[in-house]
């Protein structure tokens, strides 16, 4: 009877990225090993898991298990299938060649695209008052857009589906610097009937996206509204206005590649499938809201709490830019967004707070006095009633 290999001698190289889908992924996937007993876990980056002189010089004497990583080059794959080491790889490009050049079965684990695009355009056309519709991601790349192409392509073939038959213009956000590129976008707007949605490949577009419209003056949701993809919170929830986004289990998914490991580890079948992790639904918030305000006093004072100072803000200076009563506003205000002015005001408030914590290293005291409190024990005891955190807990979760 043939022994089961022991895998308590064998190790597990993961990727080591740093976007959202390689730190969820890898998350799920050291859980998951963890619940097991299993401990031996290595973090690379790709470009050395993938490195053939890695694979022959070091795999063989430390009797490595497996690698869980995204595609490199097809050499180093064909020196992992020889070896006999199980591999898994993340994303779909090239799987025909990948299949050929493994010269066996290869278990491939990655998002499904193709269910992003379909489910952005369902929930943007859903809403039935947008008369255009754009696709933003970074500028062409042929070694990695292929995800982006995908669910470009499923987003347009569904917004057809529904009867829509304009054009869907794609549009970069990245091509020369980002005044330029500012300029280039919201130009590249001009002509097209409104209100526009704008379909965002990831929260990072969608966060460029958000800040040229600032620049240019756009109001959101009401002109142009905007979807992301991954629900990045710290990305999402500090933008100019909370990205609205689509949420993907890249975390189980770590955990479904990190059981298939462990089974072939064990002597188990390495498959030849493709695992699809689906989108699971979309986080709506700012830049999609479907119920816009009606009451143009209303409309205006959301506007004014975006874009005025926090200094300068209280229900008063509201009232009076939208030239309208404070108990009049107060009312409306209320009806239609479901908050008072104060929490509005405070919304803002904390949103700004969260962005000076996570992107930049002054003091509390400094961010207080910058939103206008004139000592910082108020921000604080505001931050921790509307969050459940302290600053400095925030602060310091985010920075690492």
């Known amino acids: 009877m043939e022994k089961t290999p022991c895998i308590n ?77 199980p591999v898994i790889l993340l994303g779909e490009s090239a799987v025909s060649e990948w299949r050929k050049a493994a010269g066996g079965p290869v278990t491939v684990c990655s998002v499904d695209n193709e269910g992003i695009g379909q489910m952005a355009a369902d929930y943007l056309y859903g809403q039935r008052r947008f008369k255009s519709f754009v696709y933003a991601d970074y500028a062409p790349d042929a070694e990695w857009d292929w995800w982006t192409d995908r669910r470009f392509r499923s987003f347009t073939e569904t917004l057809a589906e529904h009867g829509f038959q304009g054009k869907v213009p794609r549009i970069p956000v990245a091509e020369t610097t980002p005044d330029e590129d500012a300029t280039r976008f919201v130009d590249a707007l001009k002509d097209l009937p409104r209100p526009i949605a704008i379909f965002a490949c990831n929260d990072r577009v969608a966060k460029d996206v958000v800040d040229f419209l600032e620049l240019g003056a756009i109001r959101m949701p009401s002109e142009v509204a905007v979807l992301g993809v991954d629900d990045e919170r710290d990305i999402c929830e500090t933008a100019a206005v909370s990205i609205s986004s689509i949420k993907i289990e890249h975390h189980r998914l770590g955990r479904t590649a990190m059981t298939l490991m462990l089974h072939m580890l064990q002597g188990g079948e390495h498959r030849d499938k493709t695992i699809l992790c689906p989108a699971v639904r979309v986080i709506e918030r700012e830049s999609t809201r479907r119920l816009a305000p009606t009451n143009p006093h209303v409309a205006a004072a959301l506007d004014f709490i975006r874009a005025t100072d926090t200094r300068k803000l209280s229900v008063e200076s509201v009232a009076k830019a939208c030239s309208t009563s404070h108990s009049y506003l107060s009312k409306n205000f209320k009806r239609e967004t479901g908050l008072t002015v104060l929490d509005a005001i405070h919304d803002r408030i904390v949103k700004d707070t969260k962005r000076l914590l996570r992107e930049t290293d002054i003091s509390v005291s400094e961010i207080a006095e910058q939103m206008g409190f004139s000592a910082p024990s108020g921000l604080c005891a505001l931050f921790k009633r509307k969050t459940g955190t302290a600053m400095k807990d925030f602060r310091r979760k985010h920075t690492l």
């Open 9 to 85: 001698s064998q190790w597990v190289i993961v990727t080591d990225g740093t976007n959202i889908f390689d730190s969820e992924f890898r998350a799920g996937a050291l859980e998951l090993a963890h619940e097991r007993g299993f401990h031996n876990i290595r973090l690379m980056r790709d470009e050395f898991i993938m490195d053939k002189s890695f694979l022959t010089r070091k795999m063989f004497k430390t009797g490595c298990g497996g690698i869980i990583c995204h595609p490199a080059d097809l050499p180093a794959l064909r020196v992992a299938a020889k070896a006999k080491i």
